[in-house]
């Protein structure tokens, strides 16, 4: 694929874009459901062991924004061309201005930066294109990479909803934050003043 100037492209920066699921991106969905430790961060869960049917049904289902079924499903690749991994703007309420991100980044890829990156392109999406105003999101308590890359983004710790996710034997709690779009803007200023 030809490299697409980043100033021009809304959906890339210098380093990752977002483009639209593929029914070959299968193979990276079948492969991150053997990640349990990220997978149970992500949904709260340990899921039942992963097939090849399963991957592919879920590739094609969101291949090239067909469905959104409440979520418009993004792969993350590098400019290489690897996928690094998969983001979706999800719970959208249009009439209140409030929606959610949900986001996995392959092993291979984490600490990079790359989730940021992406997260602040989605962000500018919801906020600047589809006027939304309010982004919340909620992390396990212990998924310490996610909390630090939304205290980066600007994100405010709104609360805590104590013991209400069981897994691995325990009682963990729900970690609450969010972001105004008025919060957002002053975040990038600063960014773009660095």
């Not at 991150?32 to 592919?56: C, I």
């Amino acid at each position: 694929m030809k490299d697409i100037i980043p100033n021009n492209y809304f959906w890339q920066d210098g380093v990752i874009r977002l483009r639209a699921i593929q029914p070959e991106d299968w193979e990276e969905h079948y492969n991150n459901r053997f990640d349990t430790p990220a997978r149970r961060l992500v949904d709260y869960e340990v899921e039942l062991p992963p097939t090849m049917v399963e991957a592919k049904r879920f590739a094609e289902e969101f291949a090239d924004f067909s469905t959104n079924q409440g979520r418009i499903m993004f792969t993350i690749e590098n400019f290489e061309c690897e996928n690094v991994g998969g983001i979706n703007l999800n719970s959208i309420d249009e009439r209140n201005g409030t929606f959610s991100i949900g986001i996995q980044i392959n092993r291979d890829h984490r600490g990079n930066g790359c989730g940021t990156r992406a997260m602040r392109i989605l962000l500018r999406y919801a906020f600047f294109e589809r006027r939304l105003n309010k982004f919340n999101v909620s992390i396990l308590e212990g998924n310490d990479a996610s909390e630090k890359m939304m205290k980066k983004l600007g994100c405010i710790q709104e609360g805590i909803r104590r013991q209400v996710v069981y897994t691995n034997g325990k009682y963990l709690n729900e970690i609450l934050f969010g972001m105004t779009k008025e919060e957002f803007e002053q975040m990038e200023d600063k960014v773009l003043i660095k």
